[in-house]
């Protein structure tokens, strides 16, 4: 069919398939046709809920959300056995293992819209609330550590360490020297490309320029910030090629720009340290457009009575 | 491919099956920006300063930081030494209309005056006792005028039959650092118009160091009227 293996045929081929064959001018993807699996397309939906002689299967049924309190059920239960736990380790005296703590700070709780999928359930935000509640009271308790599984079924990472992932060998120009450039530098309306030299004597060009570029001292510390951290000043040459946007902007952009490019140079504590200090974060806020009717983004005009 | 067969079978266009998930139509205004203009309340504020990191570094929490998203530091702030928080501060308190360019070099400005009558009267005194008093560093003036025109406590206006009493209270160590900057600019701005905001401020920030002048007796008033008020203390609570 079509020149195709329907052995090897992936779904993303169907995709692209359904594109050639269905040519839509529609501008939401959302709303183009496709063909998928139906598991995908239609929401889960629960099953019979009764059996033969019309007895609902779930021992909760008459709660309406029987999913939902089963989940606060559990929980109860696996508070009550961490009681329990804690009172025989207690009497051994004995205290919990320091090294086996969980380590909830790079993770979320799900989202209520999260929860509702998995559980197959509408959830008000007071349920909500009082499922992030309970999950936090299991959290606290000393050995909370033994119901792990429980606990992180229920949480999401944030995303991490990205930093340290991929982080690109330098080249080498004909002097010896390795350099490293960092394009698609962003910042406000600010865009350049940041290379940046090592060995080198500290030599800073902004677009053919020196650090004077900058009428500003703000400025000018900015593009200093990720070398002084990092204790490079002196040691690397940076070159920039920066447009658009105001000085803030663009010494914004360079500041993120010798940081991503730095990571190439430095050891993993110092990298720690530059995510910690936020140098390796990339700033993609924008201004916030005025809306109608008020005479800013956020403000509102003054309330009069009359 | 029988899979396939089934699902050739479900090629519906789109618009079904946006209804068919969504039954209720979002009816309720929301706001939706193409970017973000600000950070998700799970990104944590940056430890930026060596000092502070170097906190973290002996309690082994660094790399426990490092997995979290961090926020970048504002594009005031720098790791450099000549960086300080309250510096910063006093100059967005001294800022109009979001000229921070401007409010910096004002606040530089009185640092360099400082820095001239403090080297002045270095020169000028004669043992090396009274040398080893003068504050030559203008950042320590500020630090130690600031510390010495904090309030302790304050007064709350409070209503009881019918009666508005100045009942004194404990003040919470924000709110008198910002009391403390904003007296010290008011003191400043009550001044001659042929008198540049650079000069008067300096002299405030000496004044305050010293432990003199117009911020620090506007403190002790408050002290004053606080310890005159102590009968209406228990409003607070009943």
């Not at chain 1, 004909?174 to 350099?179: L, P, T």
């Not at chain 2, 209503?159 to 008198?176: A, D, F, H, L, M």
Request: hydrophobic content about 35%; proline content about 7%; aromatic content about 10%.
């Amino acid at each position: 069919m079509m020149g195709e293996d329907p052995e090897t045929f992936t779904q993303k081929d169907v995709d692209r398939a359904i594109e050639y064959l269905f040519p839509s001018g529609i501008y939401d993807p959302a709303a183009r046709p496709l063909m998928k699996p139906p598991e995908e397309v239609f929401p889960n939906r629960k099953a019979a809920e009764f059996d033969e002689a019309g007895r609902p299967h779930h021992f909760l049924f008459y709660t309406g959300k029987p999913n939902f309190f089963k989940l606060l059920h559990d929980a109860a239960e696996t508070i009550q056995t961490l009681y329990k736990f804690e009172d025989k380790v207690i009497r051994k005296k004995e205290i919990p293992d320091p090294n086996a703590e969980l380590e909830l700070l790079a993770s979320v709780w799900i989202t209520r819209e999260e929860l509702e999928q998995s559980l197959v359930e509408k959830i008000t935000d007071l349920e909500y609330d009082n499922f992030k509640l309970v999950m936090e009271r299991i959290v606290s308790l000393p050995y909370s550590y033994r119901c792990k599984e429980f606990i992180e079924k229920y949480r999401k990472p944030l995303a991490s360490q990205r930093f340290a992932l991929e982080i690109p060998k330098p080249s080498y120009d004909q002097d010896g020297r390795a350099f490293i450039t960092t394009y698609e530098c962003l910042r406000k309306k600010a865009r350049g490309d940041v290379t940046i030299r090592s060995p080198g004597t500290g030599k800073i060009t902004i677009n053919g320029k020196d650090l004077t570029y900058f009428q500003d001292v703000q400025s000018r510390e900015q593009v200093l910030f990720p070398l002084i951290f990092s204790e490079m000043l002196g040691k690397v040459d940076v070159e920039c090629n920066i447009e658009g946007g105001g000085p803030s902007g663009q010494s914004g952009a360079i500041r993120w720009g010798i940081a991503w490019g730095l990571r190439s140079f430095v050891d993993k504590n110092m990298l720690e340290a530059m995510q910690v200090a936020g140098l390796l974060t990339r700033d993609h806020r924008r201004r916030e457009r005025k809306k109608p009717g008020q005479p800013g983004a956020r403000k509102k005009p003054t309330w009069k009575k009359r | 491919m029988n899979n396939i067969r089934i699902a050739l079978r479900e090629v519906i266009p789109n618009r079904l099956r946006t209804t068919s998930r969504n039954q209720w139509p979002n009816l309720t205004q929301t706001r939706f920006y193409a970017r973000a203009t600000s950070f998700p309340d799970y990104f944590q504020n940056p430890i930026f300063r060596k000092e502070d990191q170097a906190k973290l570094i002996e309690n082994n929490e660094l790399s426990k930081l490092a997995a979290i998203p961090v926020k970048p530091p504002a594009a005031c702030e720098t790791s450099s030494v000549y960086y300080d928080p309250l510096v910063n501060k006093v100059i967005n308190h001294v800022m109009k209309m979001g000229n921070k360019q401007l409010a910096r070099s004002l606040v530089e400005k009185a640092f360099e005056n400082i820095k001239r009558k403090q080297i002045e009267r270095y020169h000028l005194a004669s043992t090396p006792e009274e040398k080893a008093k003068i504050l030559l560093n203008p950042k320590d003036v500020l630090h130690r005028a600031v510390e010495n025109c904090k309030p302790l406590l304050q007064l709350l206006p409070i209503k009881r039959g019918g009666i508005t009493y100045q009942v004194p209270g404990p003040i919470t160590e924000k709110r008198s650092l910002f009391l403390a900057v904003k007296w010290l600019l008011d003191a400043s701005n009550d001044k001659e118009r042929t008198v540049h905001f650079p000069e008067q401020f300096a002299w405030e920030l000496l004044d305050a160091a010293n432990n003199t002048g117009k911020v620090v007796k506007r403190k002790q008033d408050l002290h004053r009227q606080c310890e005159a008020n102590r009968a209406y203390a228990h409003y607070r609570w009943q």
